[in-house]
């Protein structure tokens, strides 16, 4: 019978071996513990060619972006996994960000069924669910932490940038410009009883707006319209440049007004005036965050790379042989440690007892407390 027992075994194994091959994935970095993989790296290199491909690249195009930027994805994967790691420490909870984001999404998919939802989302990133929505959480953690760790201690005095505004106006000469966004809701399709919802949630969002809540979100969230995807960002536009029907109203609008619901054959647009420029020099208030923007931006990126040197620095780091992290902090060791070849180590019985007793002569009894034997066992 033991026998028997051990060739089943055996065969089960056999079987096992031939229908399912174990895949074994090949580890290339650690950070803090946390793994990265090979095929993290590769799905990595996948995304950037199907981006790429998505927007009308060629193949020589492709493989030569893929060549020149590939050096940097273990860099990119370190840099993500610290981010993560220090929100984690700062204990920020984005749960109900993404929980939010997520439901949003649903939304505009139209798919109200929870399993399609979720096919729905790998069919349109290969991913599963639960590993979209942790990229999700972690996208938003990396943006929270850099916000909160480097961008608001870049600190630029009022004094400089007048001073840029002073020294740059040509820059700050204006054609007279609107900018706009746009909310569409359509028509097409809808019997009457619909239409009116349609008329009426056309007035809510402006409602809402009016209120307060922030526009380009509504957009977003809302909008049938291709440039939901942009917030309802439109082109700046010229005078003469906008339809008839939208030209008095538009120019007549002040800086942030939103405009009542406008009916068209095919649906409700609602449009919010984002900035006038008048002709001529721009006053130094009004351009005074595109002076920040100017200034701010080449001091982002330096501080962004100096603060994740300091998480390597703090950091431990391991990286496999064939591999080189490019943003590594100079003088920090992340040499790879594999236990299959570290070699054992002995000790004899004497030294075994020897150490037992080195402990009990390092214990030193606190005055005034029993040093007897505290063992609750009774012989």
């Given at each position: 019978?033991?026998?028997?027992?051990?060739?089943?075994?055996?065969?089960?194994?056999?079987v096992l071996s031939a229908a399912d091959p174990i895949v074994i994935e090949q580890i290339v970095a650690k950070v803090n513990g946390e793994i990265i993989t090979r095929s993290e790296l590769e799905r990595m290199k996948r995304g950037m060619a199907e981006e790429m491909k998505a927007n009308n690249a060629n193949a020589a195009?492709?493989?030569k972006a893929i060549q020149e930027r590939e050096k940097d994805f273990l860099?990119?994967?370190?840099?993500?996994?610290?981010?993560?790691?220090?929100?984690?420490?700062?204990?920020?909870?984005?749960?109900?960000?993404?929980?939010?984001?997520?439901?949003?999404?649903?939304?505009?998919?139209?798919?109200?069924?929870v399993d399609k939802f979720h096919a729905y989302i790998r069919e349109n990133t290969g991913?599963?669910?639960?590993?979209?929505?942790?990229?999700?959480?972690?996208?938003?953690?990396?943006?929270?932490?850099?916000?909160?760790?480097?961008?608001?201690?870049?600190?630029?005095?009022?004094?400089?940038?007048?001073?840029?505004?002073?020294?740059?106006?040509n820059d700050y000469q204006r054609e007279e410009r609107v900018f706009l966004r746009e909310i569409f809701l359509t028509l097409d399709g809808k019997a009457e009883a619909e239409k009116l919802a349609v008329e009426k949630k056309a007035k809510d969002l402006v409602a809402?707006?009016?209120?307060?809540?922030?526009?380009?979100?509504?957009?977003?969230?809302?909008?049938?319209?291709?440039?939901?995807?942009?917030?309802?960002?439109?082109?700046?536009s010229k005078k003469g440049e906008l339809r008839k029907e939208l030209e008095d109203k538009v120019w007549a609008a002040k800086k942030n007004e939103v405009l009542d619901p406008m009916p068209f054959p095919n649906g409700w647009l609602i449009l919010k005036?984002?900035?006038?420029?008048?002709?001529?020099?721009?006053?130094?208030?009004?351009?005074?965050?595109?002076?920040?923007?100017?200034?701010?931006?080449?001091?982002?990126?330096?501080?962004?790379?100096?603060?994740?040197?300091?998480?390597?620095?703090?950091?431990?780091?391991?990286?496999?042989?064939?591999?080189?992290?490019?943003?590594?902090?100079?003088?920090?060791?992340?040499?790879?440690?594999?236990?299959m070849q570290l070699k054992p180590e002995t000790v004899t019985r004497a030294e075994v007892a020897n150490q037992k007793r080195r402990k009990r002569l390092l214990f030193v009894p606190v005055p005034g407390t029993s040093t007897g034997n505290i063992s609750t066992s009774k012989s």
């Amino acid at each position: 019978m033991p026998h028997r027992f051990l060739l089943l075994c055996i065969a089960a194994a056999t079987v096992l071996s031939a229908a399912d091959p174990i895949v074994i994935e090949q580890i290339v970095a650690k950070v803090n513990g946390e793994i990265i993989t090979r095929s993290e790296l590769e799905r990595m290199k996948r995304g950037m060619a199907e981006e790429m491909k998505a927007n009308n690249a060629n193949a020589a195009d492709i493989a030569k972006a893929i060549q020149e930027r590939e050096k940097d994805f273990l860099r990119e994967k370190i840099d993500t996994m610290l981010l993560v790691q220090k929100g984690r420490d700062l204990t920020i909870n984005l749960d109900p960000d993404v929980t939010k984001y997520i439901a949003d999404l649903q939304r505009k998919s139209k798919i109200a069924d929870v399993d399609k939802f979720h096919a729905y989302i790998r069919e349109n990133t290969g991913m599963p669910y639960e590993d979209y929505r942790a990229e999700i959480k972690n996208n938003m953690l990396t943006r929270r932490v850099i916000g909160q760790e480097v961008s608001s201690k870049i600190v630029i005095p009022k004094a400089e940038l007048r001073k840029f505004y002073d020294e740059h106006k040509n820059d700050y000469q204006r054609e007279e410009r609107v900018f706009l966004r746009e909310i569409f809701l359509t028509l097409d399709g809808k019997a009457e009883a619909e239409k009116l919802a349609v008329e009426k949630k056309a007035k809510d969002l402006v409602a809402r707006a009016r209120k307060g809540e922030k526009f380009n979100e509504l957009a977003r969230d809302n909008s049938d319209s291709e440039t939901a995807k942009s917030e309802g960002e439109l082109p700046p536009s010229k005078k003469g440049e906008l339809r008839k029907e939208l030209e008095d109203k538009v120019w007549a609008a002040k800086k942030n007004e939103v405009l009542d619901p406008m009916p068209f054959p095919n649906g409700w647009l609602i449009l919010k005036v984002e900035e006038h420029h008048q002709a001529g020099l721009a006053e130094f208030e009004e351009v005074e965050g595109e002076v920040m923007n100017r200034l701010f931006e080449p001091r982002m990126q330096p501080a962004v790379r100096e603060y994740l040197t300091k998480l390597r620095s703090d950091a431990f780091l391991e990286i496999r042989e064939g591999y080189v992290d490019t943003a590594a902090a100079a003088g920090k060791s992340t040499r790879w440690s594999d236990p299959m070849q570290l070699k054992p180590e002995t000790v004899t019985r004497a030294e075994v007892a020897n150490q037992k007793r080195r402990k009990r002569l390092l214990f030193v009894p606190v005055p005034g407390t029993s040093t007897g034997n505290i063992s609750t066992s009774k012989s």
